[in-house]
């Protein structure tokens, strides 16, 4: 998984990944004590009375192996042996109402545990630092979180329905067999313990390292199959439909080839494991028979010793596969976990102060700030005070630090020195959420989330009301082409707003920020792709946002900034020149002045 050294987290790897995963699962299985009581007693009920079982049956077979009469002893055995079928009647209703109990159980235990780990991974993901998103495919993202629910589905199943039944089982049929007869128990208990330990040593040694690789591949072509799919309108435009379809085989290739791989060692522990379990009755059933032989077994004991052997056959062999689904369910929430350990780029304090933005002063005392992974600082010891309810613009060329101010004003990477303060308030110590919040963002690319027009409009205040994003709507100079929609305010507009136009897609982000109504707004080269009609409108729109309001533009083209307050000219970091445009174009050395000289030409 691709992740900026920005955010840190300890892969999980290693011979204590077993453990870790059991140990994540089983702290939110403790979550919900109601459906995991009802869970583990009703399989340890069925367990139970599946051990009883054979009992009954044996001293059945004793029974009947006498000759039926009408003495007094016969009247008894018939009595036992009529007590004996109704024992087993009574185990048989006994198991499947325990199994019943068991499966509703696990029912509401795993879809309680499933919701609240795909809610809690979607917020630990959503924290990630942007570094962290820019350099992680989204479908990537997607399966694992996916596959890693799905994996508690089966690990929940497997663990609790299965696993821990049989070895139950196999611990009380050795104790019972042992009672009988100390060497057969003895026999068992290492019989079993051999089994288990040689499934646990093939599955965690020979089929897990292959498995890992096929999930790797997986996520690759999960990733694969989101990049070209959101990128359908390129691979149109350049006719490219054949070779996406070739890269996207490579990987689907080598994917094959690993799952393959997978398969075929699963298929390899399994036939191992069933040769084990024959072995093993042939054995216990050898020994039953010496006994007779020896006199020390009746026909009951020896019905009751068979009857045991192949039930424990049955669980030994489904232990075994047991043990293969559990190590399955690891590898595919390996990289769930790698996720969910991976550090957030920037933490909020344990607590935080409450936090509204009443004029909107902004400074930066003594920052210094340096991207992870490289060796020079944009900034250093920067000192600026913008004024509340001025409009500032942010001009310079690429890599100069533009772009750079506004991301930490919105505190989306830590600095490396100095504070930023709104109000007098050190934005460090407030919630991030409550911090951005507090800023409106109108991007020079802005991105619509597949809902409808009146969703998207009213996302940063979901409470208003429709006359409210109407107003919004029109304030933007949005609600024509709106109205002109089949569906109109309940358009959907697309993945990422594709269904609409550049110009009408800035529209709609600023009657987002209109509706947000925050006291802070930063318009990142607003006009930037437009056309002429439409950057008419979109000015139009922004010259009514502005009022009133703390704004930072960050421009490229300079004619968007003539008439703003103050222009802040940035050159490596640094804040080189700093007066309204009038004043900066008159200084005959000035960086803004060449810069604006060049645009004209």
Request: net charge neutral; charged share 20%.
């Amino acid at each position: 998984m691709s992740t900026s050294s920005s955010d840190t987290g300890r892969a999980v790897r290693g011979p204590n990944l077993f453990v870790d995963v059991l140990k994540f699962v089983m702290r939110r299985w403790l979550e919900f004590p109601r459906p995991l009581a009802a869970t583990v007693g009703g399989v340890m009920l069925a367990t139970l009375l599946d051990v009883l079982m054979p009992v009954l049956a044996g001293r059945l077979v004793s029974d009947v192996a006498q000759p039926a009469g009408q003495s007094a002893a016969q009247s008894g055995l018939i009595r036992d042996a009529l007590w004996m079928l109704a024992g087993m009647a009574a185990c048989g209703v006994g198991n499947v109402l325990g199994k019943r109990a068991a499966y509703l159980g696990i029912t509401h235990l795993s879809t309680k545990v499933m919701q609240k780990i795909i809610g809690q991974a979607f917020a630990h993901v959503q924290k990630l630092s942007t570094d962290w998103h820019a350099n992680t495919f989204a479908g990537s993202t997607v399966r694992r979180l996916t596959r890693g629910m799905w994996a508690v589905d089966m690990l929940d199943d497997t663990l609790l329905l299965m696993l821990i039944p049989e070895a139950s089982l196999l611990v009380l049929t050795t104790l019972v067999l042992a009672w009988h007869w100390l060497m057969m128990g003895v026999l068992l208990g290492v019989l079993s313990v051999a089994f288990i330990t040689c499934s646990c040593l093939l599955t965690l040694r020979y089929v897990a390292p292959s498995a890992r690789q096929a999930n790797q591949w997986d996520s690759k072509m999960g990733a694969a199959l989101a990049d070209s799919i959101t990128c359908n309108a390129v691979v149109k435009a350049f006719g490219a439909e054949e070779r996406e379809e070739a890269r996207l085989m490579q990987v689907v290739s080598e994917w094959k080839k690993q799952t393959c791989h997978t398969w075929t060692r699963g298929t390899n522990s399994a036939s191992i494991q069933n040769l084990m379990v024959t072995a093993m009755r042939v054995i216990l059933s050898g020994a039953a028979v010496w006994l007779w032989l020896k006199g020390k077994a009746g026909p009951g004991d020896l019905a009751y010793v068979l009857t045991m052997t192949f039930l424990v056959q049955g669980y030994l062999r489904d232990i075994g596969q047991q043990v293969s689904v559990v190590q399955r369910s690891v590898n595919e929430m390996e990289e769930l976990i790698e996720l969910w350990r991976t550090e957030p780029g920037v933490k909020d304090l344990p607590v935080v102060q409450p936090f509204a933005i009443r004029d909107g002063e902004i400074r930066f005392e003594h920052v210094s700030f340096q991207y992870p992974g490289q060796t020079r600082p944009i900034f250093t010891d920067l000192n600026l005070t913008i004024a509340p309810g001025s409009r500032v613009g942010l001009v310079g060329p690429s890599g100069s630090g533009k772009s750079t101010f506004t991301k930490l004003l919105q505190r989306l990477y830590p600095l490396s020195g100095g504070r930023i303060l709104i109000d007098g308030v050190d934005i460090a110590t407030v919630s991030q959420s409550r911090l951005r919040s507090e800023i409106a963002i109108v991007q020079q690319e802005p991105t619509l989330f597949h809902r409808s027009l009146a969703d998207n409009i009213a996302y940063g205040r979901p409470d208003a009301t429709q006359v409210e994003i109407e107003e919004a709507a029109r304030l933007a100079n949005a609600s024509d082409f709106i109205a002109r929609l089949p569906d109109g305010y309940r358009t959907l507009v697309g993945e990422r707003g594709v269904k609409l136009s550049g110009g009408e897609r800035q529209r709609v982000a600023i009657a987002r920020a209109f509706l947000a109504n925050n006291p802070i707004l930063v318009l990142d080269e607003a006009t930037a792709s437009l056309d002429s009609e439409s950057e008419s409108l979109v000015q139009d729109a922004m010259q009514r946002l502005m009022e009133g309001r703390t704004v930072i533009v960050i421009a490229h083209r300079l004619a968007t900034v003539v008439d703003l307050d103050r222009i802040l000219v940035f050159e490596r970091g640094q804040v080189v020149e700093d007066a309204p445009h009038a004043e900066l174009v008159q200084k005959p050395d000035g960086l803004y002045r060449r810069l604006y000289n060049l645009q004209s030409l």
